[in-house]
């Protein structure tokens, strides 16, 4: 008994979107976090999953099984690149400029 199902897109206009959503506004914002609370943005992955998943099901057209997969794949990256943007080694860039050029350690080293 063969079940051959109906083969849809996963890279669609709307999970595109999304990805991009989640590189303009939650990877700025997951950086910022943790230059101020030297901690990670907790669940950064499912907030634009669960949020663009709502949006579409209120405005009455659901993801499909294949767009919420190549969210859930691809959203590690925003994840991986921020990290190493903004701590450790050689990457430490955005960290040191922070502490350069941010009133709080302006404050903190009386400079």
């Known amino acids: 008994m063969s079940s051959e199902g109906e083969i849809r897109r996963g890279l669609t ?3 595109l979107l999304a990805l991009i959503f989640s590189l303009a506004l939650i990877q700025p914002v997951m950086i910022y976090y943790y230059l101020i609370s030297a ?4 669940l950064q992955a ?11 099901h209120f405005l009455g057209s659901p ?3 294949q767009e ?3 969210l859930l794949s691809f959203q590690w990256m925003a994840s991986y690149y921020a990290g190493i943007y903004s701590m450790g080694g050689a990457y430490d860039f955005l960290k040191n400029m ?6 709080p350690s302006y404050r903190m080293f009386q400079l």
């Open 68 to 70: 919420l997969f190549i």
């Open 46 to 56: 499912w907030i634009v999953i669960l949020l663009w998943s709502e949006i579409a």
């Open 63 to 65: 993801l499909t099984k």
């Open 13 to 15: 206009w709307r999970s």
């Open 98 to 103: 922070y502490m350069a050029y941010s009133q």
């Open 39 to 42: 901690q990670w943005f907790p």
